[in-house]
């Protein structure tokens, strides 16, 4: 067959999943050995400030439970005020692990390999930072027992009819399952590190959360089972969660929250500040544990694709938003918009704008998205922009409400920014925490992607085979 | 490679299940019983500033309670008796008592007597003791014998379930307008169908909405 007439396109080859030509112990040890040695003096440095953070955080709560919510900045207007904000912020962030675990699994992207472990040990930490936030807000936080249908003498029954509780069954079942799925995740691995260890302690440690796996055929048939089966479920829940999120506001009737286009803004939202998170964890954990190897370059690049997609698709939701105000012809509908990009908070919205669809626009250059502190320094934008995202929906739609006399400024306090940096040592202590004492990398999920797992590898790499 | 758990350690997934399941029954109990004002608030009797006995006032001398809570028929709040009712007689009556020191004192100097309040609603709970006592509602039925008590207790747990039994079925409670202030009040013969006209011919309907007393 002549070159002319030959008809097949080749596809440029993917580019290997695992770099530095790996075997499947080179993965074992380079993974598997963090969690043996002392680790690295930055890894102390980081547990430092993140813990002290930390204190700081439970020193507010104290404080704010000692002394009720009238030390936030929360108004009379502006009865959603940071914690709201932050809960909301948090509740994103923790969707990256999922999507990552669940839905790129089942749609078999086997990329999500490298990744999908310390993705979900985030999300896991950012839903434990989000559920903290509306349990403060609620003010007396001795009786937040009242959120769950426990019978009780009082008759006292949650109201089935309103979002915020049935955010409380969707973030906490979301917890749930994200939990049983890492877990699930980490068995394998878990008894991995059980066979290295070398003291009867740690081994039995390890033993016990490593559920008597051997390894057996019968073992990985049950695992891949249910984890397919798992995913299958956590699917649904990565895009039910953010919307019954967003159900706290567009159920209301407060122009500008009451809108229908706002649970799939808030899940592409959500896709894309996680996506952002765990892009500025990784740089930083794949360059001081030395596994560029595993989470190559390409990973960041097709994470970055990913912020390019949501990032669009939540600015074209904030263009839809104008344009639906300007179509309804509901002159309050259309002062609220109007008065988000030219009001007294014209400041936090042009900043939310700018992060969040012009900024990533940059990863349509190819360049970009390969550059390191490029996409580092993105994947925190994205996260301020999206942290505004939030303040804007949550407080400008509500500083102005129907009464102009009540119309008012919100300013935070001391509490409400030390208890949202707060926030963040927790979340950092727990991550520091996980990548002490957990494989960061699911070992057996990237040994399956590795080439030499293929079973006719060493038909041509013979040498190879000889040489190990 | 030995085993690292010996063989009975197999059952630990099921006892661990059964476990979960078990202290989740549990929880729901603890929080039942235990969380509720039946078992927190009822009986509670705190000691008063002046050891005044509504056993010798109402069952021996026969007072009315509007005697001193004189305003229960018209306002919200069922008033604590001022310092000035209770001189009415008092300045005849044991005038040199040591109980009553705290009494002269507060009328002497014009000042309060620290009372200790006994049957407290939360803040976000309204009630009114005019609506209830001007539609049958008893005195006795909310706060019990209190003409037995020579220290005043809670007997009923004025929890929300326990408001809405009343409101729900409010014939099983209501009594005649003029044996509002009785004590040991016995239901006549026929009651219920007496109730039940009442309630149709006076309109009393208790709200059982969340309005009526969250606002």
């Known amino acids: ?468 | 490679m030995p085993q690292i758990f010996p063989r009975k350690s197999n059952t630990l997934p099921h006892l661990s299940l059964g476990g979960m399941l078990g202290s989740g029954v549990i929880m729901v109990f603890l929080v039942w019983y235990y969380f509720s004002p039946e078992y927190t608030d009822v009986g509670y009797a705190p000691e008063q500033p002046v050891p005044y006995s509504h056993r010798v006032h109402v069952d021996q001398l026969g007072l009315d309670c509007r005697y001193c809570h004189n305003f229960v028929e018209v306002a919200d709040v069922s008033n604590v008796p001022a310092t000035e009712t209770c001189m009415n007689c008092h300045e005849i009556v044991l005038p040199q008592s040591t109980d009553l020191a705290p009494v002269r004192a507060s009328w002497a100097e014009n000042s309060s007597i620290p009372w200790v309040k006994v049957h407290q609603l939360p803040d976000y709970a309204k009630f009114s003791h005019a609506v209830h006592v001007n539609n049958g509602v008893g005195c006795e039925t909310c706060h019990g014998r209190i003409n037995q008590m020579e220290v005043v207790q809670l007997v009923e747990p004025l929890s929300m379930g326990w408001c809405l039994e009343c409101h729900r079925e409010p014939e099983n409670y209501l009594r005649p307008n003029e044996e509002i202030t009785t004590m040991g009040y016995i239901h006549s013969e026929g009651f219920l169908e007496n109730n039940l006209n009442r309630i149709k011919q006076e309109g009393i309907r208790p709200p059982t909405n969340c309005s009526a007393c969250h606002y």
């Open chain 1, 1 to 468: 067959m002549s070159a002319s007439t030959d008809k097949t396109v080749t596809l440029p080859a993917e580019p290997p999943l695992v770099t530095g030509n790996l075997g499947f112990h080179d993965i074992t040890q380079l993974v598997s050995y963090h969690t043996e040695k002392r680790p690295p003096s930055v890894w102390y440095m980081t547990m430092a400030v993140s813990s002290t953070l930390l204190c700081v955080l439970m020193l507010m709560i104290a404080y704010l439970v000692w002394n009720g919510v009238g030390v936030w900045g929360n108004n009379n207007p502006v009865g959603w005020g940071w914690p709201i904000v932050n809960f909301v912020f948090w509740v994103g962030i923790g969707h990256a692990g999922t999507l990552i675990s669940a839905i790129l699994f089942l749609f078999r992207q086997q990329w999500r390999t490298a990744i999908n472990r310390s993705a979900e040990a985030m999300t896991l930490f950012a839903v434990i930072c989000a559920l903290l936030f509306p349990t403060i807000h609620v003010g007396r936080v001795w009786v937040i027992y009242w959120t769950l249908p426990l019978p009780n003498q009082m008759e006292m029954w949650p109201q089935f009819k309103s979002p915020l509780l049935w955010d409380v069954f969707a973030v906490s079942v979301y917890f749930m399952v994200s939990l049983i799925f890492w877990y699930v995740g980490l068995v394998p691995d878990l008894a991995t590190l059980r066979d290295r260890a070398r003291n009867a302690f740690r081994r039995r440690i390890l033993g016990f959360f490593s559920l008597g796996w051997t390894g057996a055929n019968r073992h990985w048939r049950n695992y891949e089972k249910t984890y397919l089966l798992l995913a299958a479920l956590a699917t649904p829940l990565v895009l039910s969660v953010h919307s019954v999120v967003s159900f706290d506001f567009a159920v209301s009737i407060i122009p500008g929250w009451h809108t229908t286009i706002f649970p799939p803004y808030f899940v592409a939202g959500a896709i894309f500040s996680g996506f952002a998170m765990v892009m500025t964890l990784l740089i930083l954990a794949r360059k001081i544990y030395g596994i560029q190897n595993i989470i190559t370059m390409d990973h960041l690049e097709k994470m970055a694709i990913i912020i390019l997609l949501t990032g669009t698709m939540v600015g074209f939701a904030y263009i839809t938003e104008f344009f639906i105000a300007w179509y309804s012809q509901v002159e309050y509908e259309q002062y609220a918009f109007l008065n988000r990009a030219t009001g007294p908070y014209a400041w936090a919205y042009w900043t939310m704008m700018s992060c969040n669809l012009l900024f990533p626009q940059f990863f349509w250059i190819k360049r970009l998205r390969r550059s390191i502190p490029f996409l580092f320094l993105t994947s925190i934008i994205v996260n301020i922009g999206m942290w505004f995202e939030r303040f804007v929906i949550t407080v400008t739609s509500l500083h102005r409400d129907f009464l102009p006399s009540s119309w008012d400024y919100f300013n935070p306090t001391i509490v409400d920014i030390l208890t949202f940096a707060g926030s963040f040592g927790l979340f950092m202590t727990l991550f520091l925490i996980f990548l002490r004492y957990l494989p960061m990398v699911a070992m057996a999920e990237v040994k399956m992607v590795l080439p030499q797992s293929d079973p006719h590898y060493y038909d041509k790499h013979e040498s190879e085979h000889e040489a190990n």
